[in-house]
């Protein structure tokens, strides 16, 4: 049997988006430590948490690279075609991966990480004030099961027609911008449905006992009735 591995100008596509995500988070770290966004900062951090650390953050993003990249250049054949389809339907397989995505990562999130597996996503909430760099600080258990789950996506698209590479960069690319800006800690008052999920996420990060397990849309929470109404001062204040 003869595995065709992922062609080269897609691979380096998933390369370029690595390095783009890299620098979001950079670029918005500094931002968020800057003068320029006072007043944007959703709660200003009460006390001081001990960073991961470079070697943490550095491992955990070579871990996430090589699944990451791994997968789809093991699994090409078994889930992806570069055969020309409509535009249309490659807008259909993009939507319904960030759809299907959101909707298993929620169950994932609720009923997984918030039990049986809390002791390792408990890495993740130690960050209660979280800022772009903490998308990356996960257990290598969280980013194992994120991974498979984005990939059993990928797989559940596939029964019906093999991606094309194209969509599943552009789903990819939509994905990592937003995990960087849940996780920014700003509410900037100019990008309306940024500002949204960055509120609900960092709500979700005061507490493990926080609702809002949703990450990339309102839809799973509104419709499981799990959006957090409390107020942020209502929730930290439970949480102590
Ligand atoms: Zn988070
Ligand atoms: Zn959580």
Redesign the pocket.
Known sequence: MSISLMPLPYLLSLGAIYVCNGLLVYFAMKFYHSPASEGMRIREPTHKRAHPGRAHMRRNSIFSSVLTFGVPIVLYDQLFSASPIAGWVGATQILALLVIYDFLYYFLHRYILHGSLHRVHAV?HR?RH?RAN??LFLHPVEIFLGVALWTACIGLIALFNPMHPVAFLIALLIYTVVNTV??WGLDTGYLPYFDYVSRM?NT??ISMRSKNYA?MSAFPDILFGTTETRTEAAVTAASN
Do not use: F, K, M, Q
């Open positions: 993740h960050a979280p903490d998308s849940v996780h996420h979700h990060h990450s």
